[in-house]
């Protein structure tokens, strides 16, 4: 029961604190900018991440008592919700954003002394990083925050992922008997969880920035605590939770690679962009809520059963390489899984054919 207060209490103050925030923000005329790219039409407030913070700090105050590793990322994660609502204010330049991520990640590495040594891999295979722990440690954090803000694109997209990745990330880190872990995932869970009933389809308010910039830090820095110090947390069960942003950055990053465009010029090819088309906006994001619970499934599976975990990976897996293929998420050439099946089916017809 003690843990049910960490995700309500959160809720309720956040779902208090964001009414009076749309009120601040349409004073302020802080609204969400509309071009091309943007699938939402009038004048909606972006800075619904005010809300999460707030709700997340005080009930860090309460609730956590705090250590080095704590500061660093109350610290860290201030940093960041600084730089994003600077950015929701002004519109900064993708570098000055960057330089807010590197400031953070630093603080984080350094102050919290949060870094992976040793990645665990499943079946115990376990490869020490040494001196590229710290490239590493870097990469997953500015990766992962990134990764979360590619992906707020469509009402309560980006809060239900995270929502459902921390929820998960609790759960596990309690079979692990940890404390620390299921309070702050519990805590920042619960605080997205009452601005969501603000930012569901069709949403009155968005988190702008300074939610997922902020969401998305919080989430590396807790998901490094998991896999750094746990027994039965390995880097695939991280990768599994963020399994929709991830491989829409990786989508991304290939995609304006090979169309020659620099990263930081959006597009709408996006994962929730091209199941948009087929499907609207609002059961876009539930089935990528489902896409995201079914792969945190997959990780308790791991758990109690590695061999099923990986077989039931393993399908997950081939399914999106082959929505990856077929939407052209990356580019029309690139389809490799289909290419062979193709293959297979072929030559599967000309033996019957001969026989």
């Known amino acids: 029961m003690d843990f049910i207060k960490y995700l309500m209490i959160p809720m309720v103050l956040s779902l208090i604190i964001t009414p009076f925030l749309k009120v601040i923000a349409t004073k302020l005329e802080v609204y969400a900018i509309e071009n091309e790219r943007t699938v939402h039409h009038g004048k909606i407030v972006r800075i619904g991440g005010v809300a999460i913070y707030i709700s997340f700090i005080v009930c860090m105050a309460i609730f956590m008592k705090t250590d080095m590793t704590i500061n660093g990322i109350l610290v860290g994660g201030s940093i960041m919700f600084l730089g994003g609502l600077i950015d929701d204010m002004v519109n900064l330049s993708p570098k000055q954003k960057l330089a807010f991520e590197v400031v953070a990640a630093i603080v984080l590495m350094i102050v919290g002394k949060v870094g992976l040594d040793t990645i665990r891999l499943p079946f115990g295979i376990q490869i020490n990083m040494g001196l590229i722990s710290v490239l590493v440690t870097f990469i997953w954090i500015i990766g992962i925050t990134n990764a979360v803000n590619l992906i707020d694109g469509l009402d309560g997209l980006a809060g239900g992922i995270s929502a459902i990745c921390l929820i998960v990330i609790a759960c596990l880190s309690m079979e692990d008997g940890r404390l620390d872990i299921p309070v702050m995932s519990l805590i920042l869970a619960g605080a997205t969880l009452g601005f969501l009933v603000y930012n569901a389809h069709p949403a009155s308010i968005f ?9 998305g830090f919080n989430i590396s820095a807790i998901s490094l605590l998991g896999f750094k110090s746990s027994t039965i947390m390995t880097l695939a069960l991280p990768i599994l939770l963020l399994i929709v942003p991830i491989i829409d950055t990786l989508g991304a990053i290939l995609r304006r690679k ?3 465009h620099k990263f930081s010029e959006a ?42 975990g990986f077989i039931v990976l393993t399908i997950f897996v081939i399914i999106v390489e082959l929505f990856i293929e077929g939407s052209h998420m990356i580019s029309s050439k690139y389809h ?20």
Not at 207 to 215: E, K, Q, S, V, Y
Not at 283 to 294: D, E, F, S, W
Not at 336 to 355: A, C, D, V
């Open 258 to 260: 090979l169309s020659g």
């Open 267 to 308: 597009d709408k090819k996006h994962v929730h962009h091209l199941l948009m088309k087929k499907f609207g906006q609002r059961n876009t994001v539930i089935i990528l809520y489902i896409v995201t619970a079914l792969f945190g499934f997959t990780a308790y599976i791991y758990l109690i059963n590695k061999t099923a």
């Open 207 to 215: 988190m702008g920035d300074c939610g997922a910039l902020f969401l």
């Open 336 to 355: 490799p899984l289909i290419s062979l099946i193709e293959t297979i089916k072929r030559k599967i017809q000309k033996l019957f054919k001969k026989g």
